[in-house]
């Protein structure tokens, strides 16, 4: 399945919603569900610096493309672990910037749409010369996790959001060095 890249345009927000939502009882992304917003709140958040949408080409003349993934940027300044990652990180928070909503059809896994969209973002944060934090639920179901190891980030401590149900376990932040 080829694929391409492309800044995402307001067209695609609906797009995105629907992916993350199919995808969502496999893969327990996001981890609320229902949230208590919008699912387009979810996906285009306040401080976004930048997003991207994958799409396959399409087969014949006739077929559309299909949206297969998405990611997004964020300037972590007044978000609600920013300064837990900074602590982390050892860098003023308006100098990190972190990966969000990256999501991945399921279907169309295992053929790079992920490593393609974080190449993207990484690059992208380190133009802006922030340093890349991300914050990930690293439980038996997420892939996620195995996916930033392999790319070199490394987990730099645990934080317990005020939207993580009690018993589960804390949430992974994470830096790319």
């Known amino acids: 399945m080829d694929f391409t890249l492309r800044p995402r345009r307001p067209a ?17 992304y996001p981890f609320r569900n229902p949230l208590p917003f919008p699912i387009e ?5 306040d401080g976004e610096l930048a997003a991207w949408v994958a799409e396959t080409a399409p ?13 997004s940027v964020l300037d972590v300044t007044d978000h609600a672990i920013g300064p837990s990652w900074a602590d982390a990180v050892g860098r003023p928070v308006e ?17 790079g749409i992920a490593t393609r969209l974080m190449d ?10 922030r ?8 439980d038996a179901r997420s892939r996620a996790l195995g996916l930033y190891l392999r790319r070199g980030w490394r987990v730099i401590g645990e934080v317990r959001p005020r939207w993580l149900p009690p018993g589960e376990g804390p949430v992974k932040i ?4």
């Open 12 to 28: 695609d927000v609906p797009l995105v919603a629907d992916l993350i939502m199919r995808q969502q009882p496999q893969t327990r």
């Open 41 to 45: 709140e979810f996906v285009v958040r």
């Open 59 to 71: 087969e014949t003349t006739a077929d559309a493309r299909t949206l297969v993934g998405h990611v």
């Open 95 to 111: 100098e990190l910037a972190a990966v969000s909503v990256l999501v991945v059809d399921l279907d169309a896994g295992r053929r």
């Open 120 to 129: 993207e973002c990484e690059g992208y944060m380190r133009d802006l010369g």
């Open 131 to 138: 340093t890349p934090v991300l914050e990930v639920v690293a």
């Open 174 to 177: 994470m830096m790319l060095d």
